[in-house]
């Protein structure tokens, strides 16, 4: 059986992800509307995704910006009952993206440093999180003109925001899931490699 390449390994990878975006944002998104509607507070799965995918892939995780939102948007129209406006669609769906200057957290602290290391674990996070929610204001601020819309973002995600810190903080350590796919694979085949060598080694002393 031929290996995949690198491209179509990254494809599929985006693709299962995505899955599981759509179907974790439609969950939470439906529940939630059914068993706490009216709350001042919402959970998302998009944080979360965000996070991952960012470590994962880097700008590739772009991708999940307008899933998610089409997803929330969606899944609160049909499934939970509640009217939603073209520029919310527009909100979460570019707003997102901003999410994408957690990359830059990566540039300050160092992707590896961010994945081995608590305290800039919690930092990206943090900075993911505000920025979405920026992100989100903003694309929000050109249709309402309303400041207040900020912390109204800022509050109403929070429970969000400590959901992703806290799955990500847990799984930071599991072989290969919060980790950048290129240095994951690489690490792979370099130890690979290297029990070859020791295997072969071993051969020839025998």
């Known amino acids: 059986m031929k290996a995949l390449t690198f491209k179509q390994y990254k494809l599929i990878d985006l693709l299962l992800l995505s899955v599981l975006l759509v179907i974790g944002e439609t969950v939470v998104t ?17 944080i979360l995704f965000f996070c991952i995918g960012l470590m994962r892939w880097g700008a590739g995780a772009a991708l999940f910006a307008p899933i998610a ?3 929330f948007c969606l899944a609160t129209s049909v499934f ?4 939603v406006e073209l520029k919310t669609f527009a909100v979460y769906c570019f707003g997102n993206l901003a999410m994408l200057l957690g990359l830059l957290v990566f540039k300050v602290l160092g992707k590896e440093q961010v994945r081995l290391k608590p305290l800039y674990t919690i930092i990206y996070v943090v900075c993911v999180y505000l920025f979405t929610e920026l992100g989100r204001f903003c694309v ?5 003109r309303d400041i207040r819309l900020l912390p109204a973002f800022l509050t109403t995600d929070a ?9 990500v903080l847990a799984i930071r350590k599991q072989e290969g ?10 690490r792979l085949d370099a130890e690979k490699q290297k029990e ?9 002393r025998i």
């Not at 939970?80 to 009217?83: D, F, H, P, S």
């Not at 070859?196 to 020839?204: H, I, M, Q, S």
């Open 159 to 167: 429970l969000s925001g400590v959901f992703a810190l806290v799955v």
């Open 30 to 46: 439906v529940a939630g509307g059914k068993w706490f509607p009216g709350q001042p507070y919402a959970l998302s799965v998009a």
């Open 140 to 144: 929000s601020f050109i249709f309402e």
């Open 69 to 71: 939102g089409l997803t």
């Open 196 to 204: 070859k060598e020791t295997e072969e080694e071993f051969a020839d």
């Open 80 to 83: 939970a009952k509640t009217g």
């Open 177 to 186: 899931l919060f980790e950048d796919q290129k240095t994951y694979l690489l």
